[in-house]
C-alpha cells in the first residue's frame, strides 16, 4: 500500500519535476544531453526485466527519488551490463568510469523517471496507447476506455488493476520514446548492444 501512496503522490507533483528537468535540461553541468539517453535505456531496462506490478512501480518510485541504484551493490549486476551495452553501442564505454558521469547519470535518471510517471497516466499517452492496442477502435469507445484508464491510474490507492494499467502505460511510453530517439525497438536495440559488447570482451 505504501509504494501505491508514493506512485499517486509521485504523479500528482510530478508537474514540479517536469519543471525541473527543463530546467536541468538547459544546465548542461547538472544533465548533459548524452545522459538522457543512458536514463531513458535504463529505465526502458527495467520495465523490460522486471515482470512484477508491485516491483517495477517500486523500482520507478525508488528511481524518481533517488535516481541510479547503488552501482556497488551486487544486485545491481544487471544494471552496469545494460549500461555498459549502451555505452558500447553509442562509442563511448569509458565514459562509466568518470565518476561525475555516474553523477550526472543518476540525475537524469531521477527526473526521466519522474517525467515517466507523469506522461505514463496522461490522456494523451492513455489515447495512444488504445489506439495502439485497438487501431479500429471508434471514437466512442476510445474516449469511454481511455476515461476509465485515468480514473483508474490517478485513485488516492492503486487497485491491482490500476497498477496493471500504470505498468503498461509506462511500458507504452518509454517504449515509443526510444524507439522515436534510436530508430529502432527497444529489445532489437538491447540485443544487437549486448551481443556487440559480449563480441568485444571476447
Same mark, same amino acid.
Given at each position: 500500500?505504501?509504494?501505491?501512496?508514493?506512485?499517486?503522490?509521485?504523479?500528482?507533483?510530478?508537474?514540479?519535476?517536469?519543471?525541473?528537468?527543463?530546467?536541468?535540461?538547459?544546465?548542461?553541468?547538472?544533465?548533459?544531453?548524452?545522459?538522457?539517453?543512458?536514463?531513458?535505456?535504463?529505465?526502458?531496462?527495467?520495465? *523490460? $526485466?522486471?515482470?512484477? !506490478?508491485?516491483?517495477?512501480?517500486?523500482?520507478?518510485? /525508488?528511481? @524518481?527519488?533517488?535516481? %541510479?541504484? &547503488?552501482?556497488?551493490?551486487?544486485?545491481?549486476?544487471?544494471?552496469?551490463?545494460?549500461?555498459?551495452?549502451?555505452?558500447?553501442?553509442?562509442?563511448?564505454?569509458?565514459?562509466?568510469?568518470?565518476?561525475?558521469?555516474?553523477?550526472?547519470?543518476?540525475?537524469?535518471?531521477?527526473?526521466?523517471?519522474?517525467?515517466?510517471?507523469?506522461?505514463?497516466? *496522461? $490522456?494523451?499517452?492513455? !489515447?495512444?496507447?488504445?489506439?495502439?492496442?485497438?487501431? /479500429?477502435? @471508434?471514437?466512442?469507445? %476510445?474516449? &469511454?476506455?481511455?476515461?476509465?484508464?485515468?480514473?483508474?491510474?490517478?485513485?488516492?490507492?492503486?487497485?491491482?488493476?490500476?497498477?496493471?494499467?500504470?505498468?503498461?502505460?509506462?511500458?507504452?511510453?518509454?517504449?515509443?520514446?526510444?524507439?522515436?530517439?534510436?530508430?529502432?525497438?527497444?529489445?532489437?536495440?538491447?540485443?544487437?548492444?549486448?551481443?556487440?559488447?559480449?563480441?568485444?570482451?571476447?
Amino acid at each position: 500500500m505504501l509504494i501505491t501512496v508514493l506512485v499517486v503522490v509521485v504523479i500528482f507533483v510530478s508537474f514540479q519535476w517536469f519543471r525541473k528537468r527543463r530546467e536541468l535540461n538547459r544546465r548542461k553541468d547538472s544533465k548533459p544531453d548524452w545522459a538522457i539517453g543512458y536514463a531513458r535505456y535504463f529505465l526502458c531496462d527495467v520495465i *523490460s $526485466r522486471v515482470q512484477n !506490478d508491485e516491483e517495477v512501480l517500486s523500482l520507478f518510485v /525508488n528511481a @524518481s527519488r533517488k535516481g %541510479l541504484p &547503488d552501482l556497488n551493490d551486487f544486485s545491481s549486476q544487471s544494471t552496469i551490463v545494460g549500461l555498459k551495452a549502451y555505452a558500447n553501442s553509442q562509442g563511448d564505454l569509458s565514459r562509466l568510469n568518470d565518476q561525475s558521469a555516474i553523477l550526472s547519470l543518476s540525475q537524469a535518471v531521477a527526473v526521466e523517471a519522474q517525467t515517466a510517471l507523469q506522461m505514463a497516466a *496522461s $490522456r494523451p499517452n492513455i !489515447d495512444s496507447y488504445l489506439k495502439e492496442f485497438d487501431p /479500429n477502435i @471508434s471514437d466512442a469507445a %476510445l474516449q &469511454d476506455a481511455a476515461q476509465d484508464i485515468f480514473v483508474a491510474v490517478h485513485r488516492p490507492i492503486l487497485t491491482a488493476d490500476g497498477k496493471r494499467a500504470l505498468c503498461e502505460l509506462l511500458r507504452h511510453y518509454l517504449m515509443r520514446f526510444f524507439e522515436r530517439q534510436h530508430g529502432k525497438p527497444f529489445y532489437e536495440y538491447a540485443t544487437h548492444a549486448s551481443q556487440k559488447l559480449a563480441e568485444g570482451a571476447s
